[in-house]
Structures are given as structure tokens and as C-alpha cells.
């Protein structure tokens, strides 16, 4: 037995000894002397790199990465992913505001190296080496090399002449038992690299300081920064000299405003850390940033072990809306605006990323959880532990009911099957879910792990993967094993869940509660919203009553919604209800409504003056499926929607009444009850650049089929910011029955229409309208978008121009105008300015003496107003015969009854308001 347990304690060591020889890593060693030409913005360098081969390989050539190339055009890995994120700044940037490395001669050991281009990354590189590099032996290469600095658009270059050099040097890939890992650089994805030295020497003009990473070599300059906050500027120009082991980057930042301050961080080993904190006069908040700095080294410190590094600084740099740092070696770039606990929190998070990507050196491109999301987890202890909640605050993260923003979020991508897995690249997470699942869902992850093992044997083996992997590479596998190891226990099951999408929270039963208004996630309730309801048009005036919901995030799969509302003007009680259940899927989306309105639409005052008010009852059953492209960085998607609308309609009553003395009208109600099936088709893509929309739609009556196709386009302009809309309308009408004089009369409202269409045209009440039957005053101007969509009207005509029961097809365009020439930016309010123009035709014009000629037009002037909820429309020039009807029936206030609004309610949608939410 012995002998047994002998023999397996040998194999058991031997395995250990072998794992651990088995492993290596490349060693790259730089020296670069840089100069800042702050006229032109540019770096002139020259970098010696010492690199030596660990590996067990012989290496024919190393792979580069030379990243200010991302920066050169807008058809390189970076600008493409910017797309994908929604920004078009980089896309639109002028050329003055693009970078690019040039000048690159490399040598390898005095011997000039042949250089091979990625045939798909601009910003990637193959040296060939002129003779292999044996295992275990090095070689010299050097470059001299130019950097035009682009402005800031993601983590480095200039913002005026304050400097963010990072990502700047050319720069060797990781070569591991993996292999190589050349990547292009990406905003969403960080980076991997060998660990090294740097030496590396700063020329600027002298009114600049320099905050870097590494340690400053001269050490007057040092005194005078830590005295005095600030440096003696002698001469033209001044060498910053900075060096620093064990690293994998090297940045520096260059301003000539940076406040200085300096204090030491001492933790319980007596390791004692010089902190520094260069930041803007003027920065709220920012003179507490050194103690942020100096009590979150401590924390990590006792949490994991000792910062690994002498000195820390922190950098506060321009305002970013779309990052509140950047982490890189012993130094961190700060752009959030925060005060306060908020600041705290960031740079705290910034300057733990020290440990998990400064000294754990993961891959962070293919497994960001492995830094963001650990990092995330020490970030929120932090705060938890030095801001407690309260009892009329509470956090989530420890447990505590009330949830977080950011949870409330996940959830619901979790729920509509939108979430992804932990164990996902930066580059196929969608921007949402690299926020929630490579930072929150890990942090929870971790936060299972600790409650699984305990904090102290969590702590513990903590400790002990910081301590086996310091200055390497770990993987997950290399993290798993290091766990388990210091817990002596299996963690199979947990670390399953890293590959599985969806919630962490346990299924259970909740109680339905109450809320006022709206409410979203606890782990206890399923919310009923009671809220009040406000309403408006022109025969019920206006409208006051209340709503009850179950709308909440995340959403449930029965949804329902009901209210009343008092008409002031009708007296009436008006209604409105939708209940849908809802199957969420990967890649498809089912909804099965049934909705219900009720309202006045009209009005007619008698001889005797009574009012008669006509109402409308609307019921819409309905099915939509949705579905998704199988990539989830794609916001294209395919609809197909079938709806029934079920009308019931009030309408007058004409009758003579006769009687043995006299004759007299009598006018009364009825109820004219109508359907229309609706059939839609259409496949759409959101992006960022060139948005569009292909819709097919039939609908069908009891005595017409129509069909038409709505094509919408919309065309960036190079400002980035304003662009032109096209929309592209053709229909077709068929009857069912012969098209007798009589049926032609029963359908005229679903004519085609070349104007937009009224109120009274709308006949499945789909848009909203203040006076939906109105024929008089302002309320008469409003139309829909729907048809031809022209924005003149001849509604006074018998016989509208461009209206049809054949066909009809439309073009119509809208342009924003640049503010330099919108008369309405003067205003101290901003309001846009656009022009629009349409151009059709249509079957009449094509016959015999047709009333119009055969292309007519309309174009003008647009004002959009709240993110295009209202839209006025003037026109100013049109066809002949819309001049010859304005002159023939209109004649006062003839500009002002031409123009036309329209009222898009459909802005206000969920999908519109929550963009974070694939709906």
C-alpha cells in the first residue's frame, strides 16, 4: 500500500514538475527613443527590440502589429467595427483627422528584413527573419518609424495638443502554445502581448508634462513633480526618460495644463507604492483622486496580493461618452466626467485592471471576461465595502433585492433569448452584451464562486492564481485548475455555466404586487402598473382616466395593457386594451396579440343643435413573427405579420319624415360594420450606415384586394450626422367584383392617394389624427405617410389629383440642411431644418386628357419637431395643377392652409425608446 501511494505521489509531483516545464513564454525586450512634433502631430522613433525565444520552436518570421494603420482609412478592422457599434464619426472623419505608422525599415541583427503585408489587415505585419531563430536563442530587430496621430476617436491620439499615445510602437504578436495571435486593432477588444522591459526616452516641447508608464529616471524632475506638482521648463525641449519590468505596453500622455499630485500607498507588507495624479485645473472632484488611487491599491491588495508594480498613475484625459477609461500598465487614462463615489468607483476599476491584464497578461481579445469581468467583481466589492447601501438604497450585487440597472437590462436580453454566453470573443459579443456578460454577468459569476466556496477560501484561492500566474499568460483552463488546486474541490459545474447563456437567478414563484406608474425587476414580485391616462382629439377633447399594465422589464411572455378614458368634450367613456403572448427564440420572435380602441371620430351638429358624436371600436387580432439573422452582430431581420382589423364605425343617418301635417329631416347614428385582413412582408437592417427597409403589403376588403411595395433608404452625408431619406411607393388596386359606378363609390376611401392620406382615409384608424374627419382649419392639414405621400392636398376636389383605383407609384425625398444655412439655428432651442420633394405618377395620367400632366411634384420646406414625432411640412413649389386648385378654392390664408403636419406616434414605441433591446 505504501509502495501504492508512493508511486502516485511521484506520478502526481512528476505531473506538476512536467506542467510547469512545459510551459513558457516569449520574452520582448524594447528600447524606443520618440520625439512629439506638436505642430503636425506626429512621433518620429526609433525602437530596438531584444526578442528572445522561449518557445520550443524555431521561428521563420514574427508577426507585427504596427495599430496606428487602423487609423489610416475606413476600410480597416477598426473603422468596420465602429460601424457595427453605430458610431460614423471615424467613417466621416477628414483626413487631417486619420493616422497612420510609415517609415518602417526593419532590421533583424543589422540585417535588413523583407516585410510581408496581411493580405486582410493593413494594421498587421509578417517580418521575415532573415535566419530562423532557434529555440532558446534572440535576436536584435530594429525600426526607426513615424506616427501621424489621429484624433481621438477610440483610445489614443490627440484631443487639441493634449496627447494619449498608446498602441503606438510597432509591436510583436503573442506567440504561445496556442500559436501566433496577430489581431487587428479594435475598439470592442482589448490586447495580448508579450511580457518585457521597456527603456524608453520622451522628447516633447518643454511646457509639456509627461505622465507614462514605468518609473521617471531623472530624478530632479521626479522631486520638483512630487514637491511641487509641476516641472522647471528649460529650453525648447525636455527628455522624459521612463523605464519599467515585467510589462507588456508602454503609454504616455502629454499635456501642458496637468495639476501633479503625489502621495505613497503603503500596504500591510510594508510595499510601499508611489501614486501620482495629473489632472485639469478646474477637475470637480478630481483633487480627491490620489486617496481613490491610494485606497484601491490597498484593497487589491489584501484581496489578491500585492500590487505588482513600484508606481501608479492616474490620468484624466478628454470627456468620452463611449468608455470611462483605458487600463495599461501602471498607469491608467481616466475619461469619465464623474464626481464623487462614481469617480471613485472608475478609477479604481482602471487601476485593478493591474492585476487581471497587467500582471494575469489573458488573451484578452478571445476571453474578456477574463480581465473585465473579474475585475468588474473586485470593483463592486470595493464599492459594497466602502459604501454600504442603505436601507432606503440597496444594491444587488451582495445579494440585496433591489435590482440594478444593469441587471434589470440583462435579464431582459436573457429572457428574449439575446443575451450571450460568458465564454465569448470581444468580437462576436454585440456592444450590449460585452457590457452585461464580459463585465456583469462574470462579476455575478464570481460572486457565485465566492458564495460557493466561502469568502475566505475564495480569498484564498484568489491568492493563490494571482501567485502561480503573476507576469504570464493564464487561460481559463490555467485559472480553473489554479482554483481548484486551492479549494480542493471540483468546479466543473460552475465553470460550466461560463458557456451557457440566460440568468443565474433560480426560477420561483412570485407574488403579484402593486406599483404605481411603471416598476422593473425584483426576485420577489411580478409587478401590476397602475398609472394615470391622458388622451386628446378633437371631438373628445380632452381625455383623462387611468391604465393598468403588467409592462416591465424584463418583459413578461403575457403582456397586457387596459385603460378608460372620459371624453370632457363627448362625455363619453373611451377604451383601449392589448394582451399578446409572446414566444421568444435565438432567432425568432412570436407574437400573438389582440388589441381594442374606442373613440370619438367625428361630430355633426343638427338644425335643433344637438350634437351628435360618432364613435369608432376598433378590434385588431393579430400574429407577427420576427426573425433574426443567425449572426448576432446583425441588425437585419425578416417580418411577415398578419392582421385582422374589425371595424365598427359610426356614421350619420339621412331620413325624411313624413307626417299628415308636415315634412321634416331627421338625422340619427348607426353602425357600419366593415373588416380589412392585412398581410405584411419585410426585411429590414438598421445599420448604422445606409439603414433600410423593403415592405409588401396587401390588404384586403370586401370588394378589393391592394397591394403595394414601400422601399425606405436612408443616405449618410459626410458630416456623419445628417443624410437624406428616400422612400420609394408603388400600388396597385384590384376589384373583387365588377367596378360598377356604386362599388367604385363604396371604396373610394381606399383609393390610392398621391397626398398623404386624411383622416378620413385612414381606414384601419392606424394613425392618429387630432381631427380625423376635419375638412376645415388646422386640423384638416394633418396627413399620414402612407401611399404617394405627396404634402399637397386637393382634398376640397370631388375627385382628388392622384387619386386612383388602378395605380400609382411615388418617389420622395427629405434632406437635412447644414446649420450654417438653417435660419432656425439662431434659436436658442435646437430645431432642424429639411427639404423635401416628391416626385409621381399614376394611372389617369397616362389615359386621354388627363387631368394632370403625366410626372406631377411637390417640394419644400420640412421642420421636425421632438426627434420627428411632428413633422410640418411647407410647400413652395408644385405642380400646375396643384397652383390652379390652391388659386381656384383658397383664396385667403392661402400659404398657410397649404402646409401639412403629420403626427408619428409610433416614435414613442418600446423598440424605439429602449435601442439597447433587441425587440
Known amino acids: 500500500m505504501k509502495k501504492i501511494?508512493?508511486?502516485?505521489s511521484l506520478a502526481l509531483f512528476s505531473d506538476l514538475i512536467y506542467g510547469q516545464e512545459s510551459y513558457w513564454q516569449q520574452e520582448v525586450n524594447f528600447t524606443i527613443n520618440v520625439s512629439l512634433n506638436d505642430q503636425d502631430n506626429i512621433l518620429e522613433a526609433f525602437e530596438t527590440i531584444e526578442y528572445i525565444n522561449h518557445s520550443p520552436d524555431t521561428l521563420q518570421y514574427i508577426w507585427f502589429h504596427i495599430w496606428p494603420n487602423a487609423y489610416k482609412n475606413d476600410r480597416t478592422a477598426f473603422s468596420e467595427q465602429f460601424l457595427k457599434e453605430r458610431r460614423t464619426d471615424f467613417y466621416f472623419s477628414k483626413p487631417g483627422q486619420k493616422g497612420y505608422i510609415n517609415q518602417l525599415n526593419f532590421k533583424v541583427d543589422g540585417i535588413n528584413a523583407t516585410v510581408v503585408n496581411d493580405t486582410n489587415n493593413i494594421d498587421i505585419i509578417q517580418v521575415l527573419l532573415p535566419k530562423p531563430l532557434a529555440p532558446g536563442s534572440k535576436t536584435i530587430i530594429s525600426t526607426p518609424f513615424k506616427v501621424k496621430l489621429p484624433y481621438n476617436f477610440s483610445r489614443g491620439g490627440h484631443v487639441g495638443r493634449?496627447?494619449?499615445?498608446?498602441?503606438?510602437?510597432?509591436?510583436?504578436?503573442?506567440?504561445?502554445?496556442?500559436?501566433?495571435?496577430?489581431?487587428?486593432?479594435?475598439?470592442?477588444?482589448?490586447?495580448?502581448?508579450?511580457?518585457?522591459?521597456?527603456?524608453?526616452?520622451?522628447?516633447?516641447?518643454?511646457?509639456?508634462?509627461?505622465?507614462?508608464?514605468?518609473v521617471l529616471q531623472d530624478a530632479a524632475t521626479l522631486q520638483e513633480l512630487k514637491e511641487k506638482g509641476k516641472h522647471t521648463a528649460d529650453g525648447n525641449t525636455k527628455v522624459w526618460h521612463y523605464k519599467q519590468n515585467n510589462i507588456h505596453d508602454f503609454a504616455w500622455f502629454a499635456s501642458k495644463t496637468f495639476i501633479v499630485q503625489y502621495d505613497t500607498a503603503v500596504l500591510t507588507s510594508n510595499k510601499i507604492v508611489d501614486v501620482f495624479s495629473f489632472y485639469k485645473p478646474q477637475s470637480k472632484g478630481w483633487k480627491e483622486s490620489i486617496a481613490y488611487a491610494k485606497d484601491g491599491i490597498r484593497r487589491y491588495s489584501g484581496w489578491l496580493g500585492d500590487y505588482p508594480y513600484s508606481t501608479c498613475s492616474v490620468v484624466q484625459g478628454s470627456k468620452n461618452e463611449n468608455s470611462g477609461g483605458m487600463e495599461y500598465p501602471t498607469i491608467t487614462l481616466i475619461t469619465a466626467q464623474e464626481t464623487g463615489k462614481e469617480l471613485d468607483a472608475t478609477i479604481v476599476h482602471e487601476i485593478g485592471h493591474n492585476w487581471f491584464y497587467g500582471a494575469l497578461a489573458t488573451n484578452e481579445r478571445t476571453h474578456p471576461w477574463m480581465d473585465e469581468g473579474m475585475n468588474t467583481f473586485y470593483q463592486k466589492r470595493y464599492e459594497t465595502e466602502k459604501y454600504p447601501p442603505t436601507l432606503s438604497k440597496k444594491k444587488s450585487f451582495l445579494g440585496n433585492e433591489t435590482s440594478t440597472d444593469e441587471h434589470v437590462i440583462f435579464e431582459t436580453l436573457a429572457k428574449i433569448k439575446k443575451d450571450q454566453p460568458i465564454e465569448t470573443s470581444s468580437t462576436d459579443f454585440t456592444t450590449t452584451n460585452y457590457a452585461l456578460a464580459a463585465y456583469y454577468k462574470t462579476s455575478w459569476w464570481m460572486k457565485k464562486l465566492e458564495d460557493e466556496l466561502g469568502r475566505d477560501q475564495f480569498d484564498k484561492a484568489m491568492h493563490s492564481y494571482y501567485s502561480d500566474w503573476k507576469f504570464r499568460h493564464p487561460y481559463p483552463d490555467d485559472f480553473k485548475t489554479s482554483l481548484e488546486k486551492?479549494?480542493?474541490?471540483?468546479?466543473?459545474?460552475?465553470?460550466?455555466?461560463?458557456?451557457?447563456?440566460?440568468?443565474?437567478?433560480t426560477t420561483q414563484k412570485k407574488s403579484l404586487k402593486p406599483a404605481f406608474v411603471f416598476n422593473s425587476l425584483d426576485n420577489k414580485h411580478n409587478y401590476i402598473n397602475l398609472s394615470p391616462a391622458l388622451g386628446y382629439n378633437y371631438y373628445d377633447k380632452g381625455m383623462i382616466g387611468g391604465m393598468i399594465n403588467n409592462?416591465?422589464?424584463?418583459?413578461?411572455?403575457?403582456?397586457?395593457?387596459?385603460?378608460?378614458?372620459?371624453g370632457t368634450g363627448s362625455k363619453k367613456l373611451n377604451g383601449f386594451g392589448r394582451v399578446s403572448y409572446n414566444v421568444y427564440k435565438r432567432n425568432y420572435h412570436v407574437s400573438t396579440a389582440l388589441s381594442y380602441n374606442s373613440y370619438s371620430q367625428n361630430d355633426f351638429t343638427t338644425a335643433d343643435n344637438t350634437k351628435l358624436i360618432l364613435g369608432v371600436k376598433r378590434w385588431v387580432p393579430s400574429v407577427k413573427l420576427t426573425?433574426?439573422?443567425k449572426d448576432s452582430l446583425s441588425t437585419r431581420r425578416f417580418v411577415a405579420q398578419w392582421k385582422t382589423f374589425l371595424l365598427n364605425e359610426g356614421a350619420l343617418d339621412f331620413k325624411t319624415i313624413y307626417t299628415a301635417t308636415d315634412t321634416f329631416d331627421r338625422v340619427t347614428t348607426i353602425n357600419n360594420r366593415s373588416y380589412i385582413n392585412r398581410l405584411s412582408l419585410s426585411v429590414s437592417d438598421n445599420r448604422v450606415l445606409f439603414p433600410y427597409s423593403l415592405t409588401v403589403s396587401t390588404d384586403q376588403g370586401k370588394d378589393f384586394i391592394k397591394t403595394g411595395l414601400t422601399g425606405k433608404m436612408f443616405?449618410?452625408?459626410?458630416?456623419?450626422?445628417?443624410?437624406?431619406?428616400?422612400?420609394?411607393?408603388?400600388?396597385?388596386?384590384?376589384?373583387?367584383?365588377?367596378?360598377?359606378?356604386?362599388v367604385r363609390f363604396r371604396n373610394d376611401r381606399y383609393f390610392l392617394n398621391m397626398s398623404g392620406p386624411t383622416g378620413y382615409e385612414d381606414y384601419t384608424y392606424s394613425d392618429y389624427f387630432i381631427g380625423r374627419n376635419e375638412f376645415e382649419g388646422w386640423q384638416s392639414q394633418q396627413v399620414m405617410e402612407r401611399d404617394g405621400f405627396f404634402k399637397v392636398n386637393t382634398a376640397l376636389l370631388g375627385n382628388k389629383v392622384g387619386k386612383t383605383d388602378d395605380w400609382l407609384m411615388s418617389l420622395n425625398l427629405s434632406s437635412d440642411l447644414p446649420d450654417n444655412i438653417n435660419p432656425l439655428s439662431i434659436l436658442p432651442i435646437k430645431i432642424p431644418l429639411k427639404i423635401f420633394a416628391d416626385v409621381g405618377t399614376y394611372a389617369e395620367a397616362w389615359k386621354e386628357n388627363p387631368a394632370s400632366g403625366r410626372f406631377i411634384y411637390d417640394a419644400g420646406i420640412q421642420i421636425p419637431l421632438f426627434h420627428s414625432l411632428i413633422d410640418i411640412y411647407i410647400p413652395i413649389v408644385?405642380?400646375?395643377?396643384?397652383?390652379?386648385?390652391?388659386?381656384?378654392?383658397?383664396?385667403?390664408?392661402?400659404?398657410?392652409?397649404?402646409i401639412a403636419f403629420t403626427i408619428n406616434i409610433s416614435k414613442l414605441k418600446l423598440q424605439d425608446v429602449l435601442k439597447d433591446i433587441p425587440l
Open 5 to 8: 501511494l508512493l508511486f502516485l
Open 715 to 742: 443616405f449618410n452625408y459626410s458630416d456623419g450626422k445628417s443624410g437624406m431619406s428616400a422612400r420609394f411607393f408603388a400600388g396597385k388596386l384590384f376589384y373583387l367584383k365588377p367596378a360598377t359606378t356604386l
Open 162 to 214: 493634449d496627447y494619449q499615445i498608446t498602441q503606438w510602437f510597432p509591436k510583436p504578436a503573442v506567440y504561445d502554445q496556442k500559436g501566433w495571435h496577430p489581431m487587428p486593432y479594435l475598439d470592442q477588444g482589448e490586447f495580448y502581448s508579450e511580457f518585457g522591459n521597456f527603456d524608453v526616452e520622451i522628447t516633447v516641447p518643454s511646457a509639456y508634462i509627461v505622465a507614462a508608464t514605468g
Open 627 to 629: 426573425l433574426f439573422d
Open 486 to 505: 486551492a479549494a480542493g474541490k471540483n468546479l466543473d459545474s460552475h465553470f460550466s455555466l461560463l458557456n451557457k447563456m440566460g440568468s443565474f437567478d
Open 551 to 566: 409592462y416591465t422589464l424584463p418583459l413578461p411572455k403575457l403582456q397586457y395593457l387596459a385603460g378608460v378614458l372620459y
Open 878 to 898: 408644385y405642380s400646375k395643377v396643384y397652383r390652379n386648385y390652391y388659386k381656384s378654392t383658397i383664396t385667403e390664408k392661402r400659404f398657410l392652409k397649404t
